[in-house]
């Protein structure tokens, strides 16, 4: 069975530029998280998906915004992009939000 | 945004000898997880811990939940070259179909052969 699966693997964009960031989760997990992981430090949350339904955010500007399709897959975007919004973003799923996550490889985000 | 408290921030040992990490935070959880992150890759779960006072074991490793919900260790025995990596432990308090994880900064671990 396929893990999650992120989409690309690596970017780099022009600082006030618009990024899509895409996440399929594993076949039958329905929840969807999205977290930032800047160098030197352990990941932070951004949102939550389960059902397609927003069920958690965390302390980011609305800059950052994310949608459940119905098939379970994410996108995050970021609008406007930062230097310091450089970083590894993850994509987790479950199977119901609560337990057992399981992480993509990331995608490296590069902003010049 | 918030972090736990992890400590050592780094550690460099011999191949054979045994790890120790700890997680504390100011608040408490109902769930303590133990991750590992390779270069390029995101974080694999290793351990989860569901109840205060829990121990349990994943072949060399060794995590408790503490007493007081608000702390967490994790021991690796007999290291090999293959542990080394990041470690990061995360707390989740979970319900309603949510649970975000909070996450400590991380122990970097490095083994000598």
């Known amino acids: 069975d396929a893990g999650v699966t992120q989409s690309p693997t690596h970017l780099i964009k022009t600082r006030g530029q618009h990024v899509t960031l895409r996440c399929s989760p594993i076949?039958?997990?329905?929840?969807v998280s999205w977290y930032q992981q800047v160098l030197g430090q352990g990941p932070q949350f951004i949102f939550q998906y389960y059902e397609k339904e927003e069920r958690g955010r965390g302390n980011f500007p609305d800059r950052f915004s994310a949608r459940q399709f119905p098939n379970y897959s994410s996108e995050l975007n970021v609008n406007a992009l930062l230097l310091g919004d450089s970083a590894l973003y993850l994509c987790?799923?479950?199977?119901?939000?609560?337990?057992?996550?399981?992480f993509g490889s990331g995608t490296r985000l590069t902003v010049v | 945004g918030q972090q736990l408290n992890q400590s050592p921030q780094s550690m460099f040992i011999q191949e054979g000898e045994d790890v120790s990490m700890n997680c504390t935070s100011s608040?408490?959880?109902?769930?303590w997880l133990w991750y590992k992150q390779d270069p390029g890759e995101g974080p694999v779960l290793l351990i989860a811990l569901y109840k205060a006072g829990e121990l349990t074991s994943n072949g060399r490793l060794t995590a408790q939940f503490g007493i007081t919900r608000k702390d967490s260790f994790l021991n690796i025995s007999a290291s090999i070259p293959s542990d080394v990596g990041i470690y990061f432990c995360a707390g989740q308090n979970y319900g309603g179909s949510q649970g975000n994880l909070i996450f400590g900064k991380g122990t970097k671990l490095s083994v000598k052969p």
């Open positions: 076949s039958g997990h329905k929840s």
């Open positions: 987790a799923s479950s199977q119901r939000g609560q337990m057992g996550y399981t």
């Open positions: 608040s408490i959880f109902n769930t």
